[in-house]
């Protein structure tokens, strides 16, 4: 059987696994990016998006759930109602994997929670004064939010 090569970054999946409902969510813990893939790949349970939602105050605000997830906050209200909601497709996990990973990262950068959320709403010097949060919406822009906050971790921004 072949071994994954742990990476400096295992942590941050690991968290990020744990935002979107961790083992109760996955039924299994998510401890490297292959972990992430396969979870992934088979679309994250229902649960994950409303798990996410419910633990994180920047998703209630307007129209951030859905830049970051691509669905509507009404989709969401309406699976909690389902008794079991549906698996989300590909894109969504992916989506909502990425949005948990940028979030741990930001974490890690700013200290809290609290400071992460709010970077994602205020205008940011290294990508033209936009907001983060409305970058989410395309793959393009989610990149840029990913290299910014890797830049502010190394104090590129600082």
Not at 65 to 82: D, N, V, W, Y
Not at 101 to 112: D, Q
Not at 114 to 143: H, K, Y
């Amino acid at each position: 059987m072949a071994t994954v090569i742990e990476r400096e970054d295992d942590a941050i999946v690991t968290r990020a696994g744990q935002r979107l409902g961790g083992k109760s969510t996955f039924k299994r813990p998510l401890r490297n990016r292959l972990d992430a893939h396969e979870v992934i790949e088979k679309g994250f349970p229902g649960g994950a998006l409303i798990f996410l939602s419910e633990n994180v105050a920047l998703l209630q605000q307007p129209g951030a759930f859905e830049k970051a997830m691509g669905i509507s906050l009404r989709t969401l209200q309406r699976r909690k109602r389902e008794d079991s909601p549906k698996r989300l497709s590909l894109e969504q996990s992916g989506r909502a994997w990425k949005f948990a990973e940028l979030l741990e990262e930001a974490i890690e950068v700013f200290g809290n929670q609290e400071d992460a959320e709010a970077f994602f709403n205020r205008p940011a010097l290294g990508l033209n004064q936009r907001l983060p949060i409305d970058l989410l919406s395309t793959p393009a822009g989610t990149e840029l939010v990913e290299t910014h906050l890797e830049r502010l971790k190394y104090g590129v921004y600082a």
